[in-house]
C-alpha cells in the first residue's frame, strides 16, 4: 500500500495515498461538471429569460434527463465524496507543499471537507431518488437556514455575521485568483505554454465569477438581516438572477455565468495538474 508524507506533515501510515489523490481527480472533475452545467443554464437564463434553476439542482436535473443521467449522478456523488476524503485526508496529515501542516490550512481543509461531505450527500441523495435536493434547492436552503437563525436570540447579529463572512469568502477568491495564487498548487513547472494559459485564462476568470457569486449570495444575506426578512436570502440560482437587475441588465448575467462555465474547465485542469 501506497503512503506519502506531505513537507512538514505527519505521516499518512493509515492512509492508502494513491485511493486519495484518485478521490481529489475526481472530486475536481465532478465540481467541474457541476459548475460547468450551472454556467451553461444560467447562459440559457440570460439569453431567453427561462425559469431553469441556475444551481446545484437545476445541474443535477440536467443530467437525470440524460440517457445515463443515473449512472453519471452516483459517479458525481462519489467523485464528491472523494473530494471530502481527500479534505479529511488534508486536515489530519496536513496539505501537500510548503507550509502545509499549519494550523490555519489544516482548520480550512476541515471546513472544506464538511462543505463537499454535504455537498456529496445531496447529489448522492438525489440519484436515490430523494428530490428535495432538486430544482431551486439552494434559494429555499438559503431562506430556511436564515429563517432560524433570526429565530434565535440575537438572530440578525449572526445572520450579519455570517453573511459578512460570505461576503468576504467571495472577495478572497476572487482576489487569489486574480492574483493567480492557485498557481501555487498546481504542477505548474511541467505545464506547456498553452496549458498555463488555458489555466490561467480559465482560474483567474473563473474564480473572479465565483467569488462574485459567493459575494452576492453575502449581500443578499446582509440585507436580510438589516430588514429581518429571511426571504432576502439568496441562493446561487437567485444570486446569479441577481445580476440581470443591475444597469447592465441581463449582459452582466451573462458575462458571469461564462466565468461560471470557466470555472468548470479550470477545475477539470486542476483533475488533471493539481499537485495532490
Not at 446569479?240 to 485542469?269: M, N
Request: net charge positive.
Amino acid at each position: 500500500m501506497t503512503t506519502t508524507r506531505a513537507p512538514g506533515a505527519g505521516t499518512r501510515s493509515a492512509v492508502p495515498a494513491e485511493a486519495v489523490r484518485a478521490g481529489a481527480r475526481a472530486g475536481f472533475a465532478a465540481r467541474g461538471l457541476l459548475y460547468l452545467l450551472t454556467g451553461t443554464l444560467a447562459v440559457r437564463i440570460g439569453l431567453t429569460g427561462s425559469q431553469e434553476q441556475a444551481d446545484r439542482g437545476g445541474a443535477l436535473s440536467e443530467i437525470a434527463a440524460t440517457p445515463f443521467g443515473a449512472v453519471l449522478l452516483w459517479t458525481l456523488g462519489i467523485g464528491l465524496a472523494g473530494m471530502a476524503l481527500w479534505r479529511l485526508s488534508e486536515a489530519i496529515f496536513g496539505a501537500a507543499g510548503p507550509k502545509g501542516d499549519k494550523a490555519h490550512k489544516r482548520a480550512l481543509s476541515a471546513v472544506r471537507c464538511a462543505f463537499y461531505t454535504g455537498s456529496a450527500f445531496l447529489v448522492l441523495s438525489f440519484a436515490a431518488g430523494e428530490r428535495g435536493s432538486g430544482e431551486g434547492s439552494t434559494d429555499r436552503q438559503s431562506r430556511d437556514v436564515t429563517s432560524r437563525l433570526l429565530d434565535l436570540p440575537g438572530g440578525r447579529w449572526w445572520v450579519g455575521a455570517v453573511a459578512v463572512g460570505i461576503v468576504g469568502a467571495g472577495l478572497w477568491i476572487g482576489g487569489r485568483a486574480v492574483m493567480r495564487k492557485y498557481r501555487d498548487r498546481l504542477k505548474w513547472a511541467t505545464l506547456n505554454t498553452y496549458q498555463r494559459r488555458f489555466m490561467d485564462v480559465t482560474g483567474i476568470a473563473g474564480g473572479v465569477g465565483r467569488g462574485l457569486v459567493l459575494a452576492a449570495v453575502g449581500v443578499s444575506g446582509v440585507k436580510a438581516a438589516i430588514e429581518f426578512n429571511p426571504d432576502e436570502a439568496k441562493g446561487m440560482d437567485d444570486a446569479i438572477r441577481s445580476f440581470a437587475q443591475t444597469p447592465a441588465g441581463p449582459w452582466l448575467l451573462i458575462a458571469v455565468a461564462v466565468t461560471l462555465v470557466l470555472f468548470g474547465l479550470f477545475s477539470f485542469g486542476q483533475a488533471k495538474w493539481r499537485d495532490v
